[in-house]
């Protein structure tokens, strides 16, 4: 079973950055499509941006210009660099296999407060 874990979330005001990490077992990271999710309280959880294995990169309309996907092969880590950070960016984030979704990690709050 593929195991997820994600690191790097906390408090930070309006405007600012953070970098979230994603460390993912074996190769898989080089091979498949990666992707980043977030839930917000109360509501479902939705996809942030992905990576394919090719390299395009595709992120949610409301992160765009503001998020950056990337992928460490050597690592076989996934992060997501959030900057210019909002309060609807409040959630815990995710990551997952968009083409093979496996069990979900215990994701990393983010929380975007003054």
């Known amino acids: 079973q593929v195991q997820l874990v994600e690191s790097g979330g906390g408090l930070v005001q309006p405007g600012g950055s953070l970098r979230l990490s994603c460390a993912a077992p074996g190769s898989i990271v080089s091979t498949d499509a990666m992707g980043w999710y977030r839930r917000a309280p109360g509501k479902e959880r939705e996809w942030v941006a992905y990576?394919?294995?090719?390299?395009?990169?595709k992120y949610r309309p409301s992160v765009k210009g503001r998020f950056t996907i990337s992928r460490d092969n050597a690592k076989n880590t996934v992060d997501l660099q959030m900057n210019s950070l909002k309060p609807e960016d409040t959630a815990v984030y995710y990551c997952?296999?968009?083409?093979?979704?496996?069990?979900w990690g215990q994701g990393t709050q983010v929380t975007v407060s003054s």
């Open positions: 997952n296999l968009p083409f093979n979704l496996r069990e």
């Open positions: 990576i394919f294995s090719e390299g395009t990169e």
